[in-house]
């Protein structure tokens, strides 16, 4: 029994939200939002996530935000700040998705991004390009 939970405890993962979630969830209970722009081809993108989920100190504090990893050229239709966003193309890699150029006011971002908005969904930190484990733990310590 003591194996299972310790095994529980050591495998437990960065819990991730949706975009389409943090509307409601803000609605519930306010908080920042640590959002992560990546792509399926980008490399560094992948190994930011996994950077993020092996880490304990992103663990322990990420109920002091909520993370998201979104997908910027996403063909979803999303519902952020109220307002919808979708992508007029059907084919990846063609397009950015239009939320990213508006919360980053950038028509090429490069990739992977960080963008901490506070709860009134004002941005107060952004990172182009991949952020190292030492300043990824101070981002988190400053939320």
């Not at 980008?42 to 997908?71: G, H, P, R, T």
């Not at 992508?87 to 890699?93: A, D, I, Q, V």
Request: hydrophobic letters at 35%.
């Amino acid at each position: 029994m003591f194996f299972c939970f310790w095994t529980n405890l050591s495998f437990s993962q960065v819990e991730v939200y949706e975009i389409n979630q943090v509307d409601s969830l803000m609605k519930i209970n306010p908080k920042p939002i640590l959002i992560l722009f990546s792509t399926d081809w980008c490399s560094y993108c992948k190994v930011q996530k996994q950077l993020v989920q092996k880490s304990e100190s992103f663990k322990a504090k990420s109920s002091n935000f909520f993370y998201v990893e979104f997908d910027a050229e996403s063909l979803e239709t999303i519902t952020f700040k109220g307002k919808e966003f979708s992508n007029k193309t059907n084919k990846k890699r063609i397009q950015t998705h239009p939320l990213v150029s508006d919360l980053l006011e950038s028509k090429q971002p490069v990739y992977p991004t960080w963008l901490l908005l506070n709860t009134d969904y004002k941005a107060k930190f952004k990172h182009q390009g991949f952020l190292k484990p030492k300043f990824l733990e101070e981002l988190i310590n400053k939320i």
